[in-house]
């Protein structure tokens, strides 16, 4: 049985989403990083970057969110939840790429810097976010999905971060409209329901 660490609301809440649209058979466990439980050397026994997610397979484990949505999706075809053209699919890997290292990061830092951000160090991370904000709403989500007229695994993805932003009351209505969209429509659908509720947490209203 595929066993997937996470922690509720996190970036792992993408693969969780991935496994609910992908009809997958699989069990989650919780991970408490306040409590710093991704530290401990139980967790660390299976992803020593102490990070969440992390997926126990029979084969071994894979870690990264990009690459655990890929996986889950190609191990359930039937699913279409990436593209089936060699080009397309590269395309929403790169999306993928640059939500890992870029998009994240530069939330992660915003939010959850400890200490937190203030000042400069705060407005300069914040206008980096926006800057990426505004590059997804401009450029990168195709509409109505990120890749288009197909949903894909990009798009739990994207969600996962636009309903952090939403939750920190950044995701302006008048500046995003298609991300706003966007996070309203995952947001209706009942595999992304079923991993929310798998979670204990909530889908965030505009
Ligand atoms: N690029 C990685 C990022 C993993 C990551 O940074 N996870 C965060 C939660 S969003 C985490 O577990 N942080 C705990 C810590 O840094 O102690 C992925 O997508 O899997």
Redesign the pocket.
Known sequence: MLKLYY?PG??ALASHIAFEEAGADYESVKID?KAGE?KAPDYLAINPA????ALVTDEGVL????VIMSWIADLHPDRNLVPADAFQRARMDAFNGWA?ASL?PALSRLMFSRPPLEGDARDAALKAVKDKLALAEQHLLKGPFVMGDQHTVADGYLSVFTRWCRLAGILDGDAYPKLNTHLDAVQARPAVQRALKAQGIEPVGG
């Open positions: 922690s996190a970036c990083l991704q102490g990070v969440t997610p870690t990264e969110n990009a890992a994240h």
